[in-house]
């Protein structure tokens, strides 16, 4: 059971880093170098990891913007 909630616990903190990632990349234009990763398949994850990321910003800003509980400044 606490191996699980680790588990879980890491995994959304992963999500949230990629999310966090994302929002950078969003307002800066800066990105992590995916082409620095020499490991074919270890950039192909990493790559998906963004995606997830991104995916889960998407979501959140999708669903804020529907929520009386924010509004665009
Ligand atoms: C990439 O890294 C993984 C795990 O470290 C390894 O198993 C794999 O052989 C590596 N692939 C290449 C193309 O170097």
């Known amino acids: 059971m606490t191996m699980i909630g680790k588990a879980v616990h890491i995994g959304v903190d992963l999500v949230l880093v990629s999310a966090f990632l994302a929002g950078v990349k969003r307002n800066t234009g800066l990105t992590v170098d995916l082409d620095q990763i020499e490991n074919e398949s270890v ?3 990493s790559g998906k990891y ?3 990321g991104e995916k889960v910003f998407d979501f959140s800003s ?5 929520s009386d509980y924010f509004t665009r400044k």
């Open 62 to 66: 999708a669903y804020f913007s529907s």
């Open 50 to 52: 963004l995606g997830v």
């Open 43 to 45: 950039r192909y994850y």
